[in-house]
């Protein structure tokens, strides 16, 4: 019962976990904690150290990390929700506890494009944004966190209309291009009165994706300025390769690679980030449900990709799809901190894995195995249904 949301205080909970084996904060700044132990109240961080320095007792759950390394749970930027656990996108159930299983505790929309009869006119999809918000915020499959309620934004909507969107609970906009308005002009005044009222904003960067959605070039991208330039390597079809590093070098804003784009626009949007010392932009997402489907495991696929291919540090690459993400969309988790959501992911090197230990396997291009999930300081799964197996899985243990 720990993540309905029933209206009554919650049980008071202490999650104490030891004995992990390598604590990875999401931080850029710093990926690498040098503590073995992490106590959770009430399902946000309390303390974290190494065993001797914090107080582990009176735990109502403990954890046996096992040696296993924890990281915070991972967020994918972009997803393309509907209602409940379905995409219509596929006619499939259950995807987003596919993705549980592939380490994503946190789900950011870009938009519910795919439900079916959309509307697209502005009192009908200003109530599917709401609608969508609030049904995502009450259900929440295995623990997930959807943020969803994201808006396409379309030719004749006013300042008010923002407003009153702010108002009634919805802070992001879904991918700019995908409705009506595809020109910077609109784009950029649209934006603008999103910010003002507190709404984060995306755009569908590069060629179509399916059949009636268009092209949105850097012209359009920089013109508008949204806050999360939407999948950078394109979803799938990405711009030219000297629209892609202008984009790196001119905007500010995040610079989003997506599982479902061009894999060599992605290697080039890290490799620009990096030589441009911004690899603090770089968030991830998968864009699935979608034409190519989903990924349960596309966040780690992306992980593992990008470090081993484009030369960057698992720890690294861990904080694309934790803490980055989380700083730029203002998420209360994402990073091993105090106060913090409680959400982590217990991972350890595939079984039969060339590498070494996890971040070895990981720069050598293999998906870590995972062994545990929790949400807001609860358990939501063990051992992986998708990912290949760990070596080493960590126990929940009596007091
Ligand atoms: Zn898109």
Redesign the pocket.
Known sequence: MAHEQTGQAPAPSRLVIHNIGLLLSGDIGNPILDADTLVAVNGKIAAVGKAKDVDTENATLRIDANGTALTPGLIDSHVQPVAGDWTPRQNQLGWIDSCLHGGVTTMVS?GEVHAPGRPKDIVGLKAMAIFAQRAFTAFRPGGVRVLAGAPVIEHGMVEEDFKELASAGVNILG?IG?GSVKDGATAQQMVSWARKYGIQSTI?TGGP?IPGSGLIDKDVVLAADPDVI??ING?HTALPDDQIVTLCERSPRALEIVHNGNERAALLTVRTASQLNRLRSVILGT?CPAGSGVQPLGIVRMISMLSSLGEIPAEVAVCFATGNTARQRKLDCGLIEVGRAANFVFMDKAQHSAGKHLLDSIQKGDLPGIGMVAIDGVVSIQRSRNTPPATRVPEVVKD
Do not use: N
Request: cysteine-free; overall charge negative; charged content about 20%.
């Open positions: 870009a991918e995908l569908h994706s939407g999948h979803g864009d």
